[in-house]
Nanobody, 120 residues
């Protein structure tokens, strides 16, 4: 059973930086993709960034382009999201997810989330 555990969230001032992590375990395959999502209070969950593990290609939502960077450490089975120049509107619960197969980017496993709060 695939398990994802996020960590590294917290409170940071606007303009600051934070790196959140997602430790993955239980794989019997190499996932097609992994991703970060976020959900702000009263809003729907939104995609933040994806990484395609066979190619290393990445995608970042336009709201975070140039500020956030998704990366992965294969040796540690850990996904990261480096967040710079944080804004109050980045406040949300951040979730990592992984595809449930090696053949397509359909997110089937989710972590429990980590809270990121950006103060003014």
């Amino acid at each position: 059973q695939v398990q994802l555990v996020e960590s590294g969230g917290g409170l940071v001032q606007a303009g600051g930086s934070l790196r959140i992590s997602c430790a993955a375990s239980g794989y019997s395959y190499i996932p097609y993709c992994m991703g970060w999502f976020r959900q702000a209070p009263g809003k729907e969950r939104r995609d933040v960034a994806h990484i395609y593990l066979h190619t290393g290609n990445t995608w970042h939502d336009k709201t975070v382009q140039g500020r956030f960077t998704i990366s992965q450490d294969n040796a540690k089975n850990t996904l990261y999201l480096q967040m710079n120049s944080l804004k109050p509107e980045d406040t949300a619960i951040y979730y990592c997810a992984t595809s449930s197969s090696a053949a397509s980017c359909r997110f089937g496993y989710w972590g429990q989330g980590t809270q990121v709060t950006v103060s003014t």
